[in-house]
């Protein structure tokens, strides 16, 4: 059995790294890849993040190979470096985000600018392998306790995994309970091939007699009219 790596880890220093690393590139322009968010950076920019996110893992993980092995995380590393050039701010950060998640340490990770990302205003919560609308902003409360079947023609069942690589998770009840954060999120839907833009995306609702609605919704950074179900 591998060594499992002990609760010091609590104190991470991946936590704010994406959020210090975007403000750090100031207020330039943007595009569909980032949701509004600036990316000015060049490749060594990216590769000197990527040297910090590896050096630190090293120096602070108690165990980083516990789950991992080292040859298969410098090949993994190396993959990461080559392909940073052709990749925008979020989707480096976003696959930085999978890469710490491949650890296996659910206590280990980089965090996404979350509050800075455009949002779909539509939250789910996992009954089985059923997504239930649980929260939703007020112009869409006529969905709440309805199933989320699927967005853009991606049935719902399958984006749970798929949410997953951002966060490692040591049991399927903690994985449910993470997933939605993720899956409401347009950049990681973008960047998983769910939708093709962060702006919209068709959501597919069914209703309580099984009745189906499909309603186009766009997505906003700042979402300010949650309605949580009773």
């Known amino acids: 059995m591998p060594s499992r790596p002990t609760p010091t880890l609590i104190r991470f220093f991946l936590v704010g790294l994406t959020l210090l690393a975007l403000s750090a590139c100031g207020s330039g322009g943007s595009d569909a890849g980032t949701a509004g968010l600036p990316q000015p950076s060049s490749q060594g920019y990216k590769l000197d993040e990527l040297d910090f996110v590896d050096s630190e893992l090293r120096r602070l993980h108690p165990d980083l190979f516990f789950n991992k092995s080292e040859s298969t995380y410098q090949a993994d590393l190396q993959t990461y470096r080559a392909a940073s050039d052709s990749m925008t701010d979020m989707q480096f950060r976003l696959e930085m985000a999978k890469f710490v998640a491949e650890l296996g340490d659910q206590h280990t990770y980089v965090a996404l600018p979350v509050s800075a990302l455009k949002k779909f205003p539509i939250k789910v919560w996992w009954v089985g392998d059923r997504a239930i609308v649980i929260e939703t902003s ?21 984006l ?8 490692a998770y040591e049991n399927p009840y903690w994985r449910d309970a993470l997933a939605p954060q993720y899956i409401h999120l347009a950049d990681v839907l973008v960047n998983e091939g769910v939708t093709t833009s962060v702006d919209d995306a068709t959501f597919v609702f069914q209703g309580i007699e099984g009745e189906l609605t499909s309603v186009n919704i766009r997505s906003r950074v700042n979402i300010d009219d949650w309605v949580r179900i009773e």
Not at 138 to 158: N, S, T
Not at 160 to 167: E, F, G, H, N, S
């Open 138 to 158: 007020d112009q869409f409360r006529a969905f709440l306790g309805h199933e989320l079947m699927d967005i853009d023609g991606r049935p719902l069942f399958e």
């Open 160 to 167: 749970k995994d798929l949410a997953m690589q951002y966060l």
